[in-house]
């Protein structure tokens, strides 16, 4: 099936939103990144925070993997310098099975596909976590327009 830009964004955005939870909490689930090299091996894997920005004018996707985190006498801790945006430039995209399948322009094939295992667990301290951040904290990090963090949990 080839799908249009408009059904694998709405797939890719329900997908990071948990929208495909079998409890219809979306805490109960959550997008992963896997990317690979034109030769089919696995170069990176991990769980995706629940937002995302889509460039209208180019074929660019802003996501932010997570990655690190540690636990803390004060909980799961996230280093916001670490976990920072990252782009998917996507020359081309398709449904697959419950994810979204895009080949990139380096080469690469990124799938955004159902998180579960260690993924969905990185996710749910990420949900945590981002529960003690500020409205202004959040409204921050969700935009998606920064290369840097300069405020708290850098």
Do not use: K
């Amino acid at each position: 099936m080839t799908a249009t830009q408009q059904q694998w964004r709405q797939q890719f955005a329900a997908l990071v939103a948990g929208d495909h939870s079998p409890t219809e909490d979306p805490v109960d689930a959550g997008a992963r990144l896997v990317v690979s090299d034109p030769d089919g091996s696995e170069v990176f894997r991990a769980a995706l925070a629940r937002h995302h920005r889509f460039e209208e004018d180019e074929q660019v996707i802003w996501i932010r993997p997570l990655v690190g985190g540690q636990e803390t006498g004060n909980g799961y801790l996230f280093n916001l310098s670490l976990i920072r945006r990252r782009s998917l430039s996507v020359a081309s995209a398709d449904l697959v099975d419950d994810g979204v399948e895009m080949a990139l322009t380096t080469g690469q094939r990124a799938r955004i596909e159902p998180a579960d295992g260690p993924e969905l667990e990185q996710l749910t301290h990420w949900d945590d976590f981002t529960n003690r951040l500020t409205p202004e904290e959040d409204d921050a990090l969700r935009r998606l327009d920064a290369d840097s963090w300069h405020g708290r949990y850098a």
